[in-house]
């Protein structure tokens, strides 16, 4: 949403201290509603290689739902703006388990996002956040989430994506062969990672910290303090421990034996007898309908 005098500010700072032709990957986030031909091109001449596009759902209704700014035409349009401006790779988010979000409409949005021929597709189950109307809808009892609703749809996108090529190498995340998302991988690998703006999270050196989210008071704590951290903690071994579980049973690499104690091997152990989960030498990997319940299994087996 960045201003074309704004990026070019911007990525002026970043080139003076990034070698970008050492980079894997330079990701923009982008909508399809806030850029043009003429600012897709700039975003290829900044250096950006890939462009995620949040455009959700190629349904109408469903875009209404989330109130969403751009058209299912626009949608459409955005990859063809960003492939004509000679960006090298596309991701399309999209959302399921929506109110009022059937499994045709899911499966049809599905196909879409396939015939436009994107390297990478994320699609995420709906989340309930505080503080929005959803989650106040879901509070008075309007709508209700249901796993057994949300793991048909999840199981849906797995048939569809990967019948179309797809890797499915994360649990929101599809990618064609050699188009896996290098800064994700970062964050489900367990590495270090630099945040820069007010909100931001960093984590380096064993140590995680927040910036303030208030636009003014980062600044004036950057010109004042040199940064603007407010929150830091510091993450033991066990910390770090339960981390790698959680997010690398995420993975199609899944975590290695050596992260769970004994009695999380025994209930791993039941679990495979189960086929949710795969041991095969050193390491574990969710399969099946377990890719749908990392959150229970990462639970049974911090």
């Not at 509603?33 to 469903?62: H, M, N, P, W, Y």
């Not at 399921?96 to 390297?119: K, R």
């Not at 050196?205 to 636009?215: F, I, L, Q």
């Not at 992260?259 to 152990?269: C, I, P, Q």
């Amino acid at each position: 949403m960045l201003s074309p005098g704004h990026l070019r500010d911007l990525f002026a700072g970043l080139h003076a201290v990034i070698d970008f032709g050492a980079l894997e990957e330079v990701t923009l986030e982008a909508n399809p509603a806030t850029f043009d031909a003429g600012k897709a091109r700039l975003f290829c001449e900044l250096g950006v290689t890939r462009v995620s596009l949040g455009i959700q759902s190629f349904d109408a209704q469903i875009l209404a739902t989330l109130g969403r700014e751009h058209s299912v035409d626009q949608a459409v349009e955005s990859v063809a703006i960003l492939r004509q401006a000679g960006i090298p790779a596309v991701n399309i988010d999209l959302m399921f388990s929506i109110p009022g979000q059937s499994i045709a409409s899911w499966q049809a949005t599905l196909e879409q996002a396939l015939a436009l021929g994107p390297e990478h597709i994320s699609a995420y189950n709906l989340t309930y956040e505080e503080d929005t109307a959803f989650f106040d809808s879901l509070r008075r009892g309007e709508m209700r989430e249901d796993e057994d609703h949300n793991a048909e749809f999840f199981h849906l996108a797995d048939a569809v994506l990967v019948g179309g090529g797809f890797e499915h190498y994360e649990t929101s995340n599809f990618a064609r062969p050699g188009q896996r998302s290098s800064h994700n991988g970062g964050y489900w690998r367990g590495e270090d990672y630099l945040g820069l703006g007010p909100s931001a999270v960093t984590t380096m050196n064993n140590v995680r910290s927040k910036n303030v989210a208030d636009t003014a008071s980062y600044v004036a704590r950057i010109k004042t303090h040199g940064h603007a951290m407010v929150e830091a903690e510091t993450l033991d071994a066990e910390a770090r421990r339960l981390e790698r579980i959680a997010l690398g049973l995420r993975t199609s690499d899944g975590i290695t034996l050596d992260l769970l104690t004994a009695a999380a091997l025994e209930r791993a152990g039941h679990l495979a007898a189960a086929g949710l989960l795969q041991l095969t030498g050193e390491r574990l990997v969710l399969v099946h309908h377990g890719r749908a319940l990392v959150d229970p299994i990462a639970a049974e087996l911090v």
